[in-house]
C-alpha cells in the first residue's frame, strides 16, 4: 500500500476505526506502558515487580478482555502497584505516597503532572506533524478542548520517559524542596531550571529498543506518531509501540 500523505486520506482512515480495531492498538499501548513502568522501577533496583509482569502478560494473552473499560481496569491495577513502588526510587528527604493532581498535594506529584503535561505537548506536535486528528481518541473518551489521542499515545512515555525525568531531578539534587512556592507549584527560577533541565533531556540520545539506531527523546516520541498513523491507515499491519530495556 503507498504511503498515505495527505490530511484527508488519513483522518477519513482515522474517523473510520472500528472499535475492534482500536482495542487491539489499546492493548498494545497498556502492555507497553506497563512493561516500561516495570523497566524503570528495575533500572532503580526495585525487585518487586512479578505483579506488573503478570498483569502485562495477561493483557497480551486474555482473549476474554473485549472492551476498553476492561483493558483499562487492569491498567489501574498495574499502576495501583506502579505508584506504590516509586517511592522506593526517592532518596534523601523526597517522599511519594500516591499520585495526586488537580491539585497535586506534594512536591513529587507537581513536578510528575507539569512534566505529563509536556510530554503530552510533544506527543501533540507530532501526531499533528503526520496528520492524525489529536482530539480523536483510540481509549480517552471524547471531550471538547482535550487531545485524547495525544493522551492514548503519551502513555507509553509517562514512566520511561516522564517519571524517569522527575526522579533524576530530584535525586541528582537539580531541584530541591526550597525551589517550591504557593500550591507546590515552582518558584520563577526554579520554572526556568527545570525548563531548561526538561531541554536537555529530551536531546538527550540513546539506541532506540526497536530500531536500534540513535535517536533522542523528542524523535522517539515522533516515530512512534508515525507508526501509529500508519497502522491506523494500514500501511503496517500492526502497530509497535516501544518496548524499552532494562
Known sequence: MPEMNTIAEIRRRQYAQTEAEKLVIAKRIIRAKIHNSRILLSRKGVKSTDKLHDIEIRILEDKNIKTTDELMGFEGQAFDIYFTLLNECLVGDWTFEKRTRRPPQDHINALMSLTYTMI????????????????????HADRHGRPALALDLMEEFRAIFADAFVLRLVNRGE????????????????????????????????????????????????????????????????????????
Request: charged share 35%; proline share 5%; glycine share 4%.
Open 175 to 246: 531541584i530541591t524542596h526550597e525551589d517550591f512556592g504557593v500550591d507546590n507549584r515552582l518558584i520563577k527560577d526554579a520554572f526556568k531550571k527545570y525548563l531548561e533541565k526538561y531541554d536537555e533531556y529530551m536531546k538527550e540520545e540513546f539506541s532506540h529498543p526497536r530500531f536500534e539506531h540513535t535517536v533522542n527523546r523528542r524523535k522517539a516520541i515522533r516515530m512512534q506518531a508515525i507508526l501509529l498513523r500508519k497502522a491506523i491507515t494500514g500501511e503496517l499491519k500492526e502497530y509497535h509501540p516501544p518496548e524499552y530495556p532494562k
Open 120 to 139: 503530552k505537548n510533544e506527543v501533540q506536535s507530532g501526531l499533528r506533524q503526520y496528520n492524525l486528528d489529536p482530539y480523536l481518541g483510540i481509549m
